[in-house]
């Protein structure tokens, strides 16, 4: 076996279905050898970070690994901002780069793609990941790589590895797997009998679950342990579409001021809110009609608990969940079951000749899926983020926090890749005119996603922020007359009726991508981002 024999087969048990990359002059052997090998699939992209993109988003519709590969300096340092991402959001994304030889390192010249020296690449990725090795060793490459590896699925981050190429086809062992952590388990049990109590003593307990839930595979058994708990369940932003076809006390996902405020009342009123898997962040807690106390909420966050002046560490939280399961009983009056069907979504649209608005586009959507069923969604930032929270709770992949443009389109390659499901993409004009080039691969990656177009010539989320200036003006950019050069197929909307039956054209075309091009008036937003856009000035109003 040789060096990407033994990465490929320890990808493999960590969950990676395939690779995304784009190969250049340093990632060559290491490319042929993935190729030669067919020990995982390769799919290539045209753009890295579109790669990143893709990578990221089979990782969280799938579980286990996202692989990305590319080549050394330039590829490299494009695939930074999707890497930052997944970061942020808990992603575990492994970046395989290729480096020069051992032989072209020493000789002296100044190398092609290099930067300030040959470890400026080693050091930045330094900042963007929980591990890093340099696999210059086939001796040493078997345990450094398990351990890499192992840190990206423990931590749920990226982490990075260097693949010098004079050692793609060099003789190596496999990859051992390390044993599992093992937590303290008085301190376990001090813990979730501590949690319990405070859950028990609380007269309005709630449980907000977010990405670590999905990142860590633990959504049934958050559900067992929703239905014992039986108190009301919120998402928060990040976490949208966790729990969606569980049967839990599920009333709702949590945006303060910008949300549904029977749902915001009950969690900023609690008295005992279990934040399990959720990042605080502002983009989860900054438009709270009153700041939450975190002082008396109880967080289970990357490792620690956190109760009060209490903090209990390593303690993952699997483990937490399993001995708080082992403990569980109700607290709650039983909330009431609200399972997603009965949320109050939005369905009948407009009038047929009506023009078009995002709250129609989360309408038809809620159509499409009750008639033919759950489909993922992928979504980019902007306005579509915001329609997206009318729409049924289902699997959502999105940058909810970290918040970059440019991830939709990539995203649903990675999804209908990693899963085999169909996405449904959401993403404005501005975040298409990034990476939605990477349609023209969608027929050679096996995809066909059905991609819905926010198309109000604006950065439209921008503008709500700074309504006087013309910087946000984009032009008019015909989309659906691009999607047959790229092996799909365009409709473009501008009415409710254009929008329904185009939607159906789409579901009913398999084989190639489906592209709306939905024309959207200027300054028509989505109710979501409406409220959010009052919420951010009203609190950012001097008192
Ligand atoms: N560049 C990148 C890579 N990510 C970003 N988030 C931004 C810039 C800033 C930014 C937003 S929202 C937005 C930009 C430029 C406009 C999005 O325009 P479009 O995709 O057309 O969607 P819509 O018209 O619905 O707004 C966030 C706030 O940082
Ligand atoms: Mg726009």
Not at 269 to 280: A, E, K
Not at 431 to 438: C, H, I, L, P, V
Request: charged share 20%.
């Amino acid at each position: 076996m040789n060096l990407t024999e033994s990465l490929l087969q320890a990808l493999k048990a960590r969950g990676a279905t395939e690779i995304f990359g784009i190969p250049g002059d340093f990632a060559l052997p290491l490319f042929r050898e993935i190729e030669r090998s067919a020990l995982l699939p390769l799919y290539t992209l045209s753009h890295e970070p579109g790669v990143g993109f893709a990578a990221d988003a089979a990782a969280r519709a799938r579980g286990g690994l996202g692989v990305a590969a590319v080549t050394y300096g330039a590829g490299a340092f494009n695939l930074v901002n999707a890497v930052a991402g997944a970061y942020a959001e808990r992603v575990p994304l492994v970046v395989l780069s290729g480096a020069p030889a051992a032989h072209e390192a020493s000789s002296g010249y100044l190398l092609h793609h290099q930067v300030k020296t040959l470890d400026s690449q080693w050091r930045l990725f330094e900042e963007l990941t929980v591990d890093r090795a340099r696999l210059d060793d086939p001796g040493l490459a078997p345990e450094r790589m398990a351990r890499v590896l192992d840190a990206a699925l423990t931590r749920s981050r990226p982490v990075y590895l260097e693949i010098p190429r004079d050692m793609p086809g060099r003789p190596c062992d496999a990859v051992p797997r390390t044993p599992p952590f093992v937590p303290d388990a008085d301190r376990l049990a001090a813990c979730a009998d501590e949690l319990l109590a405070r859950l028990s003593a609380a007269e309005r307990p709630v449980l907000m679950v977010g990405v670590e839930v999905r990142r860590y595979g633990l959504e049934s058994s958050v559900a067992e342990l929703a239905r014992r708990l039986a108190i009301p369940v919120v998402t928060s932003f990040m976490g949208r579409g966790l729990l969606a076809h569980a049967e839990v006390p599920l009333v709702g996902t949590y945006i303060g001021l910008a949300g549904d405020p029977a749902v915001s009342e009950q969690v900023e009123h609690s008295d005992g809110l279990l934040l399990l898997g959720v990042i605080v962040s502002d983009t989860n807690f900054a438009v709270s009609s009153r700041r939450i106390d975190l002082r008396k909420a109880i967080q289970v966050f990357d490792g620690d608990v956190v109760m009060g002046h209490h903090v209990y560490h390593q303690l993952p939280i699997a483990a937490l969940i399993d001995a708080l399961l082992a403990r569980a009983a109700p607290v709650g009056s039983g909330a009431p079951v609200c399972t997603p069907a009965a949320m109050p979504f939005a369905v009948a649209p407009a009038p047929a000749a009506a023009a078009v608005t995002p709250q129609d586009i989360a309408a038809a959507v809620n159509a499409l899926l009750r008639e033919h069923g759950p489909m993922p969604l992928a979504s980019d930032v902007g306005d579509c983020l915001f329609a997206a929270m009318d729409i049924e709770h289902t699997t959502l992949v999105a940058p909810g926090y970290y918040a970059t443009m440019g991830y939709g389109v990539p995203a649903g390659l990675g999804v209908q890749v990693a899963t085999g499901l169909r996405p449904i993409v959401l993403v404005g004009d501005g975040a298409f005119q990034m990476t939605g080039w990477e349609l023209g691969n969608a027929t050679r990656c096996g995809a066909d996603p059905i991609v819905l177009v926010f198309n109000n010539a604006s950065w439209e989320m921008l503008r709500t922020f700074e309504p006087d200036v013309r910087f946000n003006d984009l032009s008019h950019w015909d989309f659906a007359s691009m999607a047959g050069g790229m092996g799909g197929d365009g409709y473009v909307v501008r009415t409710t009726a254009e929008l329904a039956q185009a939607l159906a054209t789409a579901h009913a075309t398999r084989g190639r991508f489906q592209l709306l091009d939905i024309r959207l008036a200027p300054g028509v937003l989505s109710p979501t981002l409406e409220r959010f856009v009052k919420a951010v000035k009203r609190l950012s109003m001097p008192d």
